[in-house]
């Protein structure tokens, strides 16, 4: 059970987009449509941005946007803001019928 | 609305045992599968464990696998971790969340700390 392998960071101006990278193995991110992504801020619970790879939850915003191509699924924020400064995290089901988080990456609004 | 809240965490000593809760409201208690998270001081999140429905598949993970127990009492609508044998790498914050192959809610968390 590793941890999915994401940067420790990624950073970008105001109005910039970035992308956050989350790779697995053939056994987790590239075997199933169950990545999800998380956001959390300092002392907060995470809570839910993508689910399913692609999909957005009511309520949260379509600057957030998810995609998966063999073991490495990715997390795009267009038109970044200063609210998204978080630490964000993919996770996947895998083939033990265990969950996994990435390693986390820091996103820094410059 | 839906809230889940932990309750049980504290200090302990290594070896000792501690049961956590997680009440929830707001939604079908016995219509969700539930997860386990913890998250250590500065470090990332690291899932537990996972209870379906009913409470008839529970998975682990192998770093708690043999010490932690999950179960649930849908009739209490209460989401329960057994942890024996705890260990100094065992200190975390433990959230409860809603869902399978996703956690749409999640709890405020209840922070455990194993030391002597």
């Known amino acids: 059970q590793s941890a999915l392998t994401q940067p420790a960071s990624v950073s970008g101006s105001p109005g910039q987009s970035i992308t956050i990278s989350c790779t697995g193995t053939?056994?987790?991110?590239?075997?199933?449509?169950?990545v999800s992504w998380y956001q959390q801020h300092p002392g907060k619970a995470p809570k839910l941005m993508i689910y399913?790879?692609?999909n957005r939850p009511s309520g949260v915003s379509n600057r957030f946007s998810g995609s998966k191509s063999g073991n490495t699924a990715s997390l795009t924020i267009s038109g970044l803001q200063a609210e998204d400064e978080a630490d964000y995290y993919c996770s996947s089901y895998t083939s033990s019928s265990t969950y996994v988080f990435g390693t986390g990456t820091k996103v820094t609004v410059l | 609305q839906v809230h889940l809240v932990e309750s049980g965490g504290g200090v302990v000593q290594p070896g000792r045992s501690l049961r956590l809760s997680c009440a929830a409201s707001g939604f079908t208690f016995s219509s969700y599968a539930l997860h386990w998270v913890r998250q250590a001081p500065g470090k990332g999140l690291e899932w537990v464990a996972f209870?379906?429905?009913?409470?008839?598949?529970?998975y682990y993970a192998d770093s708690v696998k043999g010490r932690f127990t999950i179960s649930r009492d849908n009739t209490r609508n209460t989401l329960f971790l057994q942890m024996n044998s705890l260990r100094a790498e065992d200190t975390a914050v433990y959230y409860c969340a809603r869902g399978g192959s996703y956690s749409d809610y999640w709890g405020q968390g209840t922070l455990v700390t194993v030391s002597s």
């Open positions: 053939s056994s987790d991110v590239g075997a199933y449509n169950y």
């Open positions: 209870i379906s429905y009913y409470g008839s598949n529970k």
């Open positions: 399913d790879v692609s």
